[in-house]
């Protein structure tokens, strides 16, 4: 029993060193990160509904259930910028959640991302003191039209 609870720890471990090694400035020590964010359309159109959404990792993510928020930011080549709460979504303790959003009709017709809060990604810890590097953040990129 031991013996196949190390081997799952093993397995769970070096799946998630692919992803993390890149990223290990943004996680905290005894949380691992989340999965990655999808989108069931990358190129909606105004008033759309999509769904965001992470599949549930091997490990714990959330220790406390909680909310992701989410958020939609767009720059157009003049440089309007535009950011708008969609929503939150209800994630599970190992990091899964899936929620619908609708793209607003006011969002201008640009490129973006829809960015996730509340996870791992936002205890970024920058190792390298002195630095101007930022860490990656929790999202998705996005290019929004109009009907």
Known sequence: MVIAFLRRCLA?????LTF???LSACGSGSRCLPQKVQLSNSAPQNGDTITVSAKSGTCIVAENRRNYDITLSVSTNDGESYEHQLGTAVVNEHGGFSTRIVIPYNVPRAS???MVSGSAFDD????????SASCVGYSADISV???
């Not at 769970?12 to 998630?16: K, N």
């Not at 970024?124 to 630095?131: A, E, I, Q, R």
């Open 12 to 16: 769970s471990v070096t799946a998630l």
């Open 124 to 131: 970024c810890v920058d190792t390298n003191p002195g630095s």
């Open 112 to 114: 973006g991302s829809i």
């Open 20 to 22: 993390v090694i890149p």
């Open 145 to 147: 039209g109009k009907k």
